[in-house]
């Protein structure tokens, strides 16, 4: 059974950073595309970063030179790095590998 456990979310003040973890359990993320998706308040869920298992990662353009997303093999974990937050990051970000999405942590922007 996939679970993934996202944690790191909170508030921030704008120009803040944040860095996100998705502890998975039943999927080897090695070998596995990964990746991070947000859902702003009456908005669809998109696509932020995501790392194939070749380790290639792309980003939606509004977030290219402020996100990083990264994952430890040996901890079976995924990283999303947030530089920079503004108020438009604001949102509930979810982890998703195999097919299965994670709870979801809120990252609040605002001062």
């Known amino acids: 059974q996939v679970q993934l456990v996202e944690s790191g979310g909170g508030l921030v003040q704008p120009g803040g950073s944040l860095r996100l973890s998705c502890a998975v359990s039943g999927l080897i993320v090695r070998i596995n595309p990964m990746g991070w998706y947000r859902q702003a308040p009456g908005r669809e869920r998109e696509l932020v970063a995501q790392v194939s298992s070749g380790g290639f990662a792309n980003y939606a353009d509004s977030v290219k030179d402020r996100f990083t997303i990264s994952r430890d093999n040996a901890k079976n974990t995924v990283y999303l790095q947030m530089n920079n937050l503004k108020p438009e990051d604001t949102a509930v970000y979810y982890c998703?590998?195999?097919?299965?999405w994670g709870q979801g942590t809120l990252v609040t922007v605002s001062s």
């Open positions: 998703r590998g195999g097919l299965v």
